[in-house]
């Protein structure tokens, strides 16, 4: 992948089983969490984007020894939001100004408010997702944009 197909990284920080991300032919795997019916990650993953219009996949799974692992639920990330936040001129902006306030509606897995701000001379976006095909779960992810030297957004 040449520099000018690449428009930034995300980094996601998971703070949440095993979560499986994907970005069209990306796959992360996070760390197993053993017998926690409450896991915590703590994690930070990194995607190459090259493609912001395209949503990311996320799917949580019980690790099984002994048969197929169980999903434990799936939800998608719309990055388009952090990555039109990350295009802005932010120089002059106060640390934890408010870029955009995405809102919980029927067709996204928010599960409250996400808010895309200027944090410490970054763009970051703090979501919760509501997991779906699954009676009930949340994850918690903070979404930072990275931008790759030399490449223009």
């Known amino acids: 992948m040449d520099a000018y197909s690449i428009y930034g990284f995300l980094l ?52 099984d020894k002994f048969t197929a692992d169980d ?3 799936v939800a998608e990330i719309n990055i388009t939001d952090i990555y039109d936040a990350a295009k802005l001129n932010l120089s002059h902006a106060t ?31 703090d979501m919760i997702l509501k997991l779906k095909n699954v009676e009930r779960g949340l994850i918690v992810v903070q979404l930072e944009w990275v931008h790759v030297p030399g490449v223009k957004l």
């Not at 926690?36 to 799974?61: A, D, R």
């Not at 996204?108 to 976006?125: F, P, R």
Request: glycine share 6%.
């Open 95 to 125: 640390n934890g100004t408010r870029i955009k306030t995405i809102y919980p509606v029927g067709v996204n897995y928010l599960g409250g408010e996400s808010h895309v701000q200027w944090k410490d001379g970054k763009v970051v976006q």
């Open 71 to 73: 999903s434990m639920g």
């Open 12 to 63: 996601f920080y998971i703070c949440l089983m095993e979560v499986f991300i994907l970005l069209m032919v990306q796959k992360l795997k996070t760390s197993v969490q053993k017998k926690n019916p409450n896991p915590v990650w703590n994690e930070v993953l990194q995607l190459s984007v090259t493609n912001p219009t395209k949503p990311v996949h996320l799917e949580v799974f019980d690790e």
